[in-house]
């Protein structure tokens, strides 16, 4: 999804896509964790405005992550919403990007390069399939939301 600066009208644009998920996997490269959760397209609603060569996107996405519980090990449904607002300049105007502020190169942005990488800075560092999750038992490795060990006292004792 590459967006054409120079036609962006002077009234802005309205932007309704989707960004295929296959394709997002494989931009993850060595991402393991990300390529795994990424299983369903991300819907991008984006307004794009222009002044000079300033670039302004404003919206949100939201997807369905299928991403793997780190103390279970279960894959479970993790939906996100969430806003985007960045400025896009050219490369020779910027020193140093940030959150809200990236380069273009020459004529266009690549729209899927944006989202990805708003994705990235929006989840969490670890991925819990719900708050209270009991995880795996260290000594068999029985996942404790299922059901009990007998280790758990022995371990207590120990
Ligand atoms: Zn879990
Ligand atoms: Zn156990």
Redesign the pocket.
């Known amino acids: 999804m590459k967006l054409k600066i120079s036609t962006i009208p002077i009234d802005g644009l309205e932007l309704d896509f989707s960004l295929d998920a296959q394709k997002l996997r494989q931009s993850f490269g060595s991402n393991d964790r990300l390529q795994q959760a990424m299983q369903t397209a991300i819907q991008v609603k984006l307004s794009v405005e222009k002044q000079r060569e300033h670039v302004h996107l404003k919206g949100n996405f939201e997807l369905a992550l299928q991403p793997t519980c780190d103390r279970c090990l279960e894959t479970f449904s993790y939906p996100l919403q969430q806003a985007l607002s960045v400025t896009c300049m050219p490369r020779t105007m910027i020193d140093e990007e940030d959150d809200g502020l990236l380069a273009y190169h020459g004529d266009q942005i690549d729209l899927a390069e944006v989202v990805r990488d708003q994705l990235v800075l929006s989840l969490p560092m670890i991925f819990h399939c719900r708050q209270d999750c009991k995880g795996l038992?260290?000594?068999?490795?029985?996942n404790?939301n299922m059901g009990q060990?007998?280790?758990?006292a022995a371990?207590q004792h120990a």
């Open positions: 038992c260290p000594n068999c490795g029985i404790l060990c007998s280790c758990e371990v």
